[in-house]
């Protein structure tokens, strides 16, 4: 079991970048997937992105492809969402994830979550 803890999020103007990080506990977080969620008002939580224990695959939902980049950093038990040319509908409550087993969209089930990390996008 990891511990997870978000932040970087925070109010920007549409187009504008932010980047979300995602800070775990734990010796073995470099055997563990990441991945990136988030929660509109009133929607369900949808798959933004994730990543592999060793960073080499990614995948990421089609709404975020070409703005959105994952990349992890074992060295500091690190995972950062690098969110370019955002939009409005970007806004939401971004949440990471970590699993040993599952990976992409079926991290839904993963049991251990941050509290996640407000992002504004303003119009």
């Known amino acids: 079991q990891v511990q997870l803890v978000e932040s970087g999020g925070g109010l920007v103007q549409a187009g504008g970048s932010l980047r979300l990080s995602c800070a775990a506990s734990?010796?073995?977080?470099?055997?563990?997937?990441v991945g990136w969620f988030r929660q509109a008002p009133g929607k369900e939580r949808e798959f933004v992105a994730s990543?592999?224990?060793?960073?080499?695959?990614?995948m990421y939902a089609d709404s975020v492809k070409g703005r959105f980049t994952i990349l992890r950093d074992n060295s500091k038990n690190t995972v950062n969402l690098q969110m370019n040319s955002l939009k409005p509908e970007d806004t939401a409550v971004y949440v990471c994830?970590?699993?040993?087993?599952?990976?992409?969209?079926?991290?839904?089930?993963?049991?251990?979550w941050g509290q996640g990390t407000q992002v504004t996008v303003s119009s």
């Open positions: 994830a970590a699993d040993r087993a599952l990976y992409g969209p079926a991290m839904t089930s993963s049991s251990d």
């Open positions: 734990g010796r073995t977080f470099s055997t563990y997937v």
């Open positions: 990543i592999s224990w060793n960073g080499g695959s990614r």
